[in-house]
């Protein structure tokens, strides 16, 4: 089975500041996805952003950036120009490309991330 | 139409009592999924539903009971619950074909007591 490791329970960041939250994940799959989902206090989680794991480009989102190492099975977050609402509960997800997983999604633990004025 | 709409938003619950979890989704989604999470963790999947069918459960007990009425709808079905199942519980939905993440609902928080 595949585990995704967050190794940041809290990370803290003052407003307009850059912060990278770690995410490393152990898997003998060739083909995956990963994701960033960011879960604030009113519960939903929302998609932040997503990486396939061929395609050797680090995925970009506005201020939101990964830095994918598929060799270390590395997949960081960097959060660039950090605002107020950014804090939340950040999760790392991985999910199967292989469809007897039922694309299952396997989340770690977690970082909480508090953005300071 | 972008949304997985769930409801109630809130439940609390008695321990003999049956109760109905309801989530909906108008984006053309054929997979569907429950999820539960206690406080300060990560969601723990329980069931997926691939086309309408169970492709997953993950030795959830049978005080839980899914169904997936059609391709939009999703319903947990909760008897004879422990207090120790109260949480959040989550739905989400995505393309069963695609490796686009999921879009998930608001959740219901749900009390046993």
């Known amino acids: 089975a595949q585990t995704v490791t967050q190794s940041q329970p809290e990370m803290s960041v003052q407003e307009a500041e850059t912060v990278t939250l770690s995410c490393t994940y152990d898997?003998?799959?060739?083909?995956?996805?990963l994701f960033w989902y960011k879960q604030p206090p009113s519960r939903q989680m929302i998609l932040v952003i997503r990486?396939?794991?061929?395609?050797?480009q680090n995925a970009t989102e506005n201020r939101f950036s990964v830095n994918f190492q598929k060799a270390a099975k590395s997949f960081s977050l960097k959060i660039s120009d950090s605002q107020l609402g950014d804090a939340a509960m950040y999760f790392c997800?991985?999910?199967?490309?292989?469809?007897?997983?039922?694309?299952?999604?396997?989340f770690g633990k977690g970082t909480s991330l508090l953005v300071t004025p | 139409d972008t949304e997985v709409t769930q409801t109630p938003k809130h439940l609390v619950m008695g321990m003999t009592n049956k109760k109905s979890l309801k989530c909906e989704q108008h984006?053309?989604?054929?997979?569907m999924y429950w999820y539960k999470q206690k406080a300060k963790k990560p969601p723990e999947l329980m069931f997926v539903?691939?086309?309408?069918?169970?492709?997953i459960n993950e030795s959830v007990p049978s005080r839980f009971s899914p169904e997936c009425p059609n391709s939009s709808l999703l319903n947990l079905h909760l008897h004879a619950l422990q207090p120790e199942d109260s949480a959040l519980y989550l739905c989400?939905?995505?393309?069963?074909?695609?490796?686009?993440?999921?879009?998930f609902g608001s959740g219901t928080r749900l009390t046993v007591v």
């Open positions: 539903y691939s086309y309408e069918k169970l492709s």
């Open positions: 989400a939905s995505s393309p069963a074909d695609s490796n686009y993440g999921y879009t």
């Open positions: 898997t003998s799959e060739s083909d995956y996805y």
């Open positions: 990486q396939e794991a061929y395609k050797q």
């Open positions: 984006m053309g989604h054929r997979a």
């Open positions: 997800a991985y999910r199967s490309a292989e469809g007897n997983s039922g694309y299952a999604l396997n």
